[in-house]
T-cell receptor, first 113, second 114 residues
Framework: KNQVEQSPQSLIILEGKNCTLQCNYTVSPFSNLRWYKQDTGRGPVSLTIMTFSENTKSNGRYTATLDADTKQSSLHITASQLSDSASYIC????????????FGKGTKLSVKP | DTAVSQTPKYLVTQMGNDKSIKCEQNLGHDTMYWYKQDSKKFLKIMFSYNNKELIINETVPNRFSPKSPDKAHLNLHINSLELGDSAVYFC?????????????FGPGTRLLVL
């Protein structure tokens, strides 16, 4: 069964600190993995997208890594800001899925001053 | 200009009623989607249309019927609403539907069935 699991479920950090969010998946055949940021009351916004041949991809203070062998990904946030408070969702796509994405439950990040 | 817009933003209605949610995208994309996000925040796809043709139809009750009058619009009509239909419904769009495209999401429609 295609699944995406994320940890931790929630995380509280102080402004300026770094943090790393984890994602494990069992989607097959793997096509790509994305990280989305979802602010409260808003729709998800794409941060990064990686295919199996990419190990890392950055978008500003966000750096995603992918290990296709162990089927794990991480999202590292550097020098966190209050505006980083949101849910971060790991999403995996399978080949031939015609856009049918498998979503994780997300990690709810709270950045405190 | 909002890339993917949905109306209404909030919808409160009684059980048994019929309601529609509208979605429009001005990105020139050819593929549009409807997702349901339940109380546990799980996003799950319901339907996908590519060039006005249905390409994904997950296990969704027949009470839900999508309609795509043109590539820029994908509306969702729900008959005989039930309590379990309460959720946030997101519309999204992408250029292509091979699986590698970025999907752009609307702001969501919060449906509460009483």
């Amino acid at each position: 069964k295609n699944q995406v699991e994320q940890s931790p479920q929630s995380l509280i950090i102080l402004e300026g600190k770094n943090c790393t969010l984890q994602c494990n998946y069992t989607v097959s055949p793997f096509s790509n993995l994305r990280w989305y940021k979802q602010d409260t009351g808003r729709g998800p916004v794409s941060l990064t997208i990686m295919t199996f041949s990419e190990n890392t991809k950055s978008n500003g203070r966000y750096t995603a890594t992918l290990d296709a062998d162990t089927k794990q990904s991480s999202l590292h946030i550097t020098a966190s800001q209050l505006s980083d408070s949101a849910s971060y969702i790991c999403v995996v796509s399978a080949w031939g899925s015609q856009g049918n994405l498998i979503f994780g439950k997300g990690t709810k990040l709270s950045v405190k001053p | 200009d909002t890339a993917v817009s949905q109306t209404p933003k909030y919808l409160v209605t009684q059980m048994g009623n019929d309601k529609s949610i509208k979605c429009e995208q001005n990105l020139g994309h050819d593929t549009m989607y409807w997702y349901k996000q339940d109380s546990k925040k799980f996003l799950k796809i319901m339907f996908s249309y590519n060039n006005k043709e249905l390409i994904i139809n997950e296990t969704v009750p027949n009470r839900f019927s999508p309609k795509s009058p043109d590539k820029a619009h994908l509306n969702l009509h729900i008959n005989s609403l039930e309590l379990g239909d309460s959720a946030v419904y997101f519309c999204a769009s992408s250029q292509g539907a091979l699986g590698g495209e970025t999907q752009y999401f609307g702001p969501g429609t919060r449906l509460l069935v009483l």
